[in-house]
């Protein structure tokens, strides 16, 4: 088993920054690819970005890509999402995702998932 707990969420204004941070604890962190994912108020969740094991490969949506950045630090146990030009579309629950394959973890068939964040994005 592996436990996700998310922080760093809360309102901010357009334009603005936040970064979330995802505590794993259990098994090998450096085991899983690590994800973000977000759903918006009576959307469907979507993928936002995920990182390899190593750290080396990262992979973003079409629609944070050049805005949001995933990092992890292995020797942490903790993956990032550092969000920035935030825009009021990005409100949503942020939610980290632990997985075994890289592709399966990007279209949401993660092992584990944490509670989520709430992201505010004011205009």
């Not at 969420?9 to 794993?24: E, F, I, K, T």
């Not at 259990?26 to 969740?45: H, L, N």
């Not at 920035?84 to 980290?96: G, I, M, Q, R």
Request: hydrophobic share 35%; with cysteine; net charge positive.
């Amino acid at each position: 088993q592996v436990q996700l707990v998310e922080s760093g969420g809360g309102l901010v204004q357009a334009g603005g920054s936040l970064r979330l941070s995802c505590a794993a604890s259990g098994r090998t962190f450096s085991d899983y690819v690590m994800g973000w994912f977000r759903r918006a108020p009576g959307k469907e969740r979507e993928f936002v970005a995920a990182i390899s094991r190593s750290g080396e490969n990262t992979y973003y949506a079409d629609s944070v890509n050049s805005r949001f950045t995933i990092s992890r630090d292995n020797g942490k146990n903790t993956v990032y999402l550092q969000m920035s030009s935030l825009k009021p579309e990005d409100t949503a629950v942020y939610y980290c995702a632990a997985g075994g394959n890289r592709w399966a973890t990007m279209r949401g068939e993660a092992n584990y998932w944490g509670q989520g964040t709430q992201v505010t994005v004011s205009s």
